[in-house]
């Protein structure tokens, strides 16, 4: 029979929370830590705009004069919910799957009668990492009442579709990632090569402008899509619908589906190369 992938997924959660909960001044002091560097950040744009109403330069043929503080501010709020979900569920795991490669207990993963790309994904959460996701969350809140004018029901009920576009194409590349793991051994420069990729997401797709940006817009849009990641859900919900801006939002459906698949073929086919501890 089966397992309900469901009831597994709360076992992982709570098991995690007890773990947390057992070092309870350590989890306190991570989410305090995460919540002062989102200050800083916070702080930093803030300075940002007491020189400028606008960042960013506008797109050609729009309307839209660029990004105003607190259409930003949307922007920026959104980067941390993203990024906040992607840490505290895939991040763990994806670091500690090199571990269990080089220890040889992916053994015990692959005896599992349950996906080992479900389990391998999941079985640890951070739980102090989400409170990057509630400060997000508070300050998209805030922002949404300083702008002039208020989003549709569509603009709203889409915002989160796209959050989930983005949390999997954040995903995606995690995986793929880690699963490069299976033919290196280990891969502890993993987060650092993340945290390179997804910098660029946390930008307006604007600023990528001129002779050197267009590369760079071409690059992070169609082959490795973190451009899409924050700009769509984050555009969506900041400013007015706008006719050119559907097909980036079709396109970023079919980029999540395309990045899903992908990794999966490719985390797979590490599994195939994957040699057992016993032989």
């Not at 983005?166 to 995606?172: D, E, F, R, T």
Request: aromatic share 16%; hydrophobic share 50%; proline share 5%.
């Amino acid at each position: 029979m089966s397992p309900s992938y469901l009831s597994v997924f709360l076992i992982f959660c709570r098991n995690s929370l007890v773990r947390d909960m057992t070092y309870r001044w350590n989890f306190l002091f991570d989410a305090i830590t995460s919540l002062a560097w989102m200050s800083i950040n916070l702080l930093f744009y803030i300075l940002i705009y007491e020189y400028t109403p606008l960042l960013s330069l506008p797109e050609e043929g729009s309307a839209d004069p660029g990004w105003g503080k607190y259409q930003f501010f949307v922007f920026i709020s959104t980067s941390m919910i993203i990024n906040s979900i992607v840490q505290a569920f895939f991040m763990p795991n994806a670091e500690e799957f090199s571990e269990l490669i080089r220890t040889g207990n992916l053994d015990f993963a692959l005896l599992k009668p349950i996906d080992t790309q479900f389990l391998i994904s999941l079985q640890k959460i951070e739980w102090s990492s989400l409170a990057n996701c509630v400060f997000g969350v508070g300050l998209l809140i805030y922002a949404l009442l300083q702008l002039d004018y208020a989003p549709s029901a569509a603009q709203v009920l889409l915002y989160p579709v796209y959050i989930l576009c983005g949390v999997m194409i954040l995903y995606s590349l995690t995986i793929a990632m880690s699963s490069v793991s299976v033919w290196l051994g280990r891969n502890q420069s993993l987060y650092d090569f993340w945290f390179y990729i997804t910098n660029f997401s946390r930008y307006p797709l604007e600023i990528y402008h001129g002779r050197f940006g267009y590369p760079m817009r071409l690059t992070f849009m169609y082959v490795l899509p973190v451009l899409l990641v924050v700009n769509v859900p984050a555009r969506l919900l900041a400013k007015p619908l706008e006719a050119q801006h559907w097909p980036l939002a079709a396109f970023t459906l079919l980029a999540t589906l395309a990045s899903f698949v992908l990794s999966r073929r490719l985390f797979q086919s590490a599994l195939k190369s994957y040699r057992s501890a016993s032989s």
